[in-house]
């Protein structure tokens, strides 16, 4: 295979995986980042900030297919969030990428995007005919992104997949399953409801063959898929952590209605509301059904995730416990 990828964010957790998936698959990678790229895994590679238009331009040369994985997210910090610049780095970062590569003669453009455009989870199981109802400003950033990619393949002909990726987790994770991974391991973890919801995961490595199978075959115009493994409930990932941490499960279960209903009241309370303004939103994710059906990129893209929830987290768990973390 003679043509050129160019993988955006591939310093960050997903795109340093994506480089690696795509040159086994035998793909010539361009690698960017805004940062130097002092690894010497990563080949051709060319800072970039997507920013800067003019930092943006040269990155095409050459190149007949671009994975989009720059972006914004993990921001946890309620005031930093609310003032991130996530429409700035998402949305207007994807169209200034997504126009250059068009007018370079890029043939096919993979954005990375994330099943958060949803919004909180209303559907036994959410297909990408589901409503996008996004809740909070990555997501709507995200959406956004979807839509300026699109308008650039209506304008252009180039060829859009869009991937919206389930909650992504894996050695380096910076999100929400570290998170919890932390607090299992610290012991403050405690239940909050039964634990039967239904979450959807990715492991880092599946997510990234993805991004390879989206490149197979032929593709035109815009399509949009979800990406995922077999949904999950919390009770198996907890307990999965706490089996790799060799921690034990707390049993005691606090039930939902009356936490839910108490820290909606301590948002709104004056002057200390604002500490507890991000508690609710949080619990009301901890016990949504964010189940996510990924079977129409499995049956077009001939796509399977390979890794056990289990092996999954053991090795979230393993990288962890060796203090490489940040």
Known sequence: MSERTLVTGALGFLGREVVRALTTAGHIVRATDRAPGADLFLPDFRPADILREESVAGLFDDVSSVVHVAGLAHVFDRPSAASAPFMAVNAEGTERVARLAAQAGVRRFVLISSVSVYGIGKEAVTTEDSPCLPKSPYALSKLVAEQRAAEVASRTGMAVTILR????????????????????????????????????????????SACVAALGGSATGVRVYNVTAAPCTMREIVEGMAAALERPVPRARVPAAPVLWGAAGLSHLPLIGGRFAGLHDTLLKWLAEDAYDGSRFAMECRFTPQMPLREGLRREAAWFRSGMQV
């Open 165 to 208: 990726l389930a909650t992504l987790y894996g050695e380096e994770d910076p999100g929400n399953l570290l998170r919890l991974l932390k607090s299992v391991d610290s012991g403050r973890f405690r239940w909050v409801g039964s634990g039967t919801n239904r979450k959807s995961l990715l492991y880092r490595g599946d997510a990234a």
